[in-house]
């Protein structure tokens, strides 16, 4: 079973900083492709980030030059370093990694090409 755990989410004002880090465990190769993604209330689920199995990372326009996406497979942890945090940064930020296959496609940010989830971790910038 595969279990992926978000944290590092808080309150934050304008301007800050905030590191997410996604812990998983089971069956899952942080080798392939993950992403983050972003829910606000109702709203459709949006990726934010991703990172391909060659070390290649990919951003959603909104957040680039302000978001880092990495990992470190040896600890089997995901990471989101945001920086310059604007109030439509917030929302519950959620990890998601695939099952197969291992590249990241041009359908990065959509929510069904990812098999596992987190439960997510909530971002507030005011």
């Known amino acids: 079973q595969v279990q992926l755990v978000e944290s590092g989410g808080g309150a934050v004002q304008a301007g800050g900083s905030l590191r997410l880090s996604c812990e998983a465990s089971?069956?899952?190769?942080?080798?392939?492709?993950m992403g983050w993604f972003r829910q606000v209330s109702d709203m459709e689920r949006e990726g934010v980030a991703a990172?391909?199995?060659?070390?290649?990372?990919r951003y959603v326009e909104g957040v680039k030059g302000r978001f880092t996406i990495s990992k470190d497979s040896a600890k089997t942890t995901l990471y989101l370093q945001m920086n310059s945090l604007k109030p439509e940064d917030s929302g519950m930020y959620y990890c998601?990694?695939?099952?197969?296959?291992?590249?990241?496609?041009?359908?990065?940010?959509?929510?069904?090409?990812?098999?596992?989830w987190g439960r997510g971790t909530q971002v507030t910038v005011s």
């Open positions: 990172i391909d199995s060659d070390g290649s990372t």
């Open positions: 998601a990694g695939v099952r197969w296959p291992p590249r990241c496609g041009g359908r990065w940010a959509q929510r069904d090409e990812y098999n596992y």
């Open positions: 089971g069956y899952i190769n942080m080798e392939y492709c």
